[in-house]
């Protein structure tokens, strides 16, 4: 492609993007979680910063940088998560959600630690808040752009993802290989689009797909404001 078609300007454009893992209280010592460095989200919170876009990052736990130019939200719990991202939906062109949200957290979660009184020890979780899919409930003109980590059937498992949450565009990533998923810094994605096109991604580092990534999210915001 020519640098004319790759030049990107998302100056006046609200991002929300979620990245890293959530967590899952059960005492105050101990609780549940995902596997997420938060790498891949924080690499397009910076790139769509970079390209000009007013970025909010809602991010979990992790050990990295706040990317220049963006703002950070720091949650624990998904049910934090689902509260910060939907109170600044309305206002956000784009929404991607990187993050490696927990599906259940501990029906009860204590005040004061747990002893090991007991031989066993039985937790019942409780489904979380699905955000993703009540975003794409509630969308209006929002670009919404899912991930999927799979270790089988990705492309199945991601098409069935986008339909269900109405999503604009899937990044699915075999979380089963080695060059691409955790705490690497390399990812080989495939991106799945509404209108039923695919594109595979060479492998390259997390900030390569972030930049690719937003080039394409370009093309549908250009797209929804023709
Ligand atoms: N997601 C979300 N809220 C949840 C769970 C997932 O917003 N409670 C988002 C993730 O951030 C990701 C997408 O939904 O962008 C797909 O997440 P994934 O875990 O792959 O799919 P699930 O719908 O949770 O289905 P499953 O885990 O059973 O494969
Ligand atoms: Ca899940």
Redesign the pocket.
């Known amino acids: 492609e020519s640098s004319k078609e790759k030049s990107l300007d998302l100056k006046g454009k609200h991002w929300i993007v979620?990245a890293g893992p959530t967590q899952e209280k059960l005492d105050p010592v101990r609780y549940f979680t995902n596997r997420s460095s938060g790498k891949m989200g924080y690499a397009i919170a910076e790139a769509a910063a970079r390209f000009g876009a007013e970025v909010t990052l809602v991010s979990g736990p992790t050990t990295l940088e706040t990317p220049t130019g963006v703002e950070r939200i720091d949650i624990e719990s998904?049910e934090d998560m689902y509260r910060e991202v939907m109170q600044r939906y309305e206002a956000a062109d784009v929404v991607v959600?990187?993050?490696?949200?927990?599906?259940y957290r501990p029906e009860q979660s204590t005040e004061h630690k747990i002893k090991k009184s007991q031989e066993a020890l039985t937790v019942t979780f409780v489904r979380?808040?699905?955000?993703?899919?009540t975003?794409g409930q509630q969308k209006k003109k929002q670009i919404l752009v899912?991930?999927?980590?799979?270790t089988d059937n990705l492309e199945r498992?991601a098409m069935e993802?986008l339909d269900k949450?109405h999503l604009d565009m899937i990044v699915a990533n075999n979380v089963g290989a080695t060059d691409s998923g955790f705490a690497v810094d390399t990812n080989r994605v495939t991106l799945f689009y509404k209108n039923g096109k695919k594109r595979a991604l060479e492998l390259m580092s997390k900030q390569n797909v972030a930049i690719e990534l937003c080039y394409e999210i370009g093309k549908l915001l250009k797209s929804r404001d023709a």
């Open positions: 979620t998904a959600k990187a993050a490696a949200v927990a599906d979380n808040p699905d955000i993703l899919k975003l899912g991930f999927a980590a799979e498992y993802k949450k």
